[in-house]
T-cell receptor, first 115, second 118 residues
């Protein structure tokens, strides 16, 4: 079964600095994708970035980028130039086995950006 | 991007009553919708997968008779918490899938519904 591990319950970063949020995964699917979502205190899940397992390059989306290391089964999210509005929970997710649209989420990392 | 709405955003009810939560895809047709439950400071746990015109598929451990799911149209799925009890208090989030494209952004999440059962 698919599994996502986020080992950092909480992270702190100074405004304008970069931060890396860790995510490792376990899957037996030969092809898969990794997702990152942001959940502010209001509760909505905001899609940030997607990485396909066969993508040649690491995904980037504005200030968000993925440090994808397939052999190590890790897909760490890098947020550059942190802003106060980045304070939120961040979840890494992978589709359920067999390419299903169902997502399996990690436990999340709470990021706090300090002024 | 695609928009998914949920109604109500918050609901407080007495123990023993039933509560219906609606999930709508506003500008696209969603053949598949997903219902998640999230406890405070916890991750999202998938409850069930809802397919338009067919019975929902429930995850292991989720009571089908407790959490009734109806997906009557391509833009609407409802979750009814029947005979709600305080332990059902939680944050319920739906998402709508754009089926057929698994390896892209395939799910759009609603804003969630906070249920408090007194």
């Amino acid at each position: 079964a698919q599994k996502i591990t986020q080992t950092q319950p909480g992270m702190f970063v100074q405004e304008k600095e970069a931060v890396t949020l860790d995510c490792t995964y376990d899957t037996s699917d030969p092809s898969y994708g990794l997702f990152w979502y942001k959940q502010p205190s209001s509760g909505e899940m905001i899609f940030l970035i997607y990485q396909g397992s066969y993508d040649q390059q690491n995904a980037t989306e504005g200030r968000y980028s993925l440090n994808f290391q397939k052999a190590r089964k890790s897909a760490n999210l890098v947020i550059s130039a942190s802003q106060l509005g980045d304070s939120a929970m961040y979840f890494c997710a992978i589709p359920s086995q067999g390419g299903s649209e169902k997502l399996v989420f990690g436990k999340g990392t709470k990021l706090t950006v300090n002024p | 991007g695609a928009v998914v709405s949920q109604h109500p955003s918050r609901v407080i009810c007495k123990s023993g009553t039933s509560v219906k939560i609606e999930c709508r895809s506003l500008d696209f047709q969603a053949t598949t919708m997903f219902w998640y439950r999230q406890f405070p400071k916890k991750s999202l746990m998938l409850m069930a997968t809802s397919n338009e015109g067919s019975k929902a598929t429930y995850e292991q451990g989720v009571e089908k008779d407790k959490f009734l799911i109806n997906h009557a149209s391509l833009t609407l799925s409802t979750l009814t918490v029947t005979s709600a009890h305080p332990e059902d208090s939680s944050f319920y989030i739906c998402s709508a899938g754009t089926s057929g494209r698994v390896y892209q952004e395939t799910q759009y999440f609603g804003p969630g519904t906070r249920l408090l059962v007194l």
